[in-house]
């Protein structure tokens, strides 16, 4: 089983929508059972809470619906994680830091930036590396988050089949 772990700082907001997002799609190309997913924060402000209303509102316009509890992120989700997905460099940085002091090495080779897949990477429109965080925004905002969710996680996707030579319906080990 592979298996992807997104990440963000509240655990409410960007992780647990790029979650929805990219297991749908799991599902949608016939690869559950192949390849799990599950999101975190490197903060515990919001422990136990489910997405935030507007991230979940947003959800549901796209068939999504979101019921992740938000939790932390712990030493045993380097082992037991093939990758870790970050929103942002910030989130990248403390996924560093907490590898380094729960393992003693840091988490680079199978640690990446959500928008490290992003189609449209060099889009002066669009583009960018951090997934913005839409906390303290509007509407549009949560909208736009979920339109950069929806392209970079497509793109992982292929990623990821093309690495461990994923067939829709086939099993993984
Ligand atoms: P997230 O957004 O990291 O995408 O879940 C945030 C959620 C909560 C806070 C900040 C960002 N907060 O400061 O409580």
Redesign the pocket.
């Known amino acids: 089983m592979i298996t992807v772990l997104f990440l ?8 647990p929508l790029a979650e929805g997002v990219f297991r749908q799609l799991v599902e949608e190309r016939g690869l559950d059972g192949q390849i799990e997913c599950d999101s975190a ?1 490197t ?1 515990s ?2 422990v136990g809470d489910l997405p ?1 209303r507007r991230t979940r509102e947003n959800a549901l316009k796209h068939g999504i619906t979101l019921t992740h509890r938000a939790r932390r992120l712990s030493g045993e989700d380097f082992v037991q994680f093939t990758y870790l997905v970050a ?1 942002d460099e910030a989130n990248y940085d403390a996924i560093q830091y907490a590898s380094h002091r729960s393992t003693g090495f840091y988490s680079e080779e199978n640690t990446f930036l959500l928008r490290e897949f992003d189609p449209l990477v060099d889009d002066p429109e669009q583009g960018g590396t951090n997934v913005p ?3 303290y925004e509007e509407a549009n905002v949560f909208e736009q988050v979920y339109q950069i969710a929806y392209r970079c996680c497509n793109n992982l996707l292929n990623y990821i089949v093309d690495q461990h030579n994923l067939v829709a319906g086939g099993t993984q080990q």
Request: charged share 20%; proline share 6%.
């Open positions: 963000c700082l509240g655990n409410i907001c960007r992780s924060g903060a402000y919001h935030d929103m965080d839409p906390y």
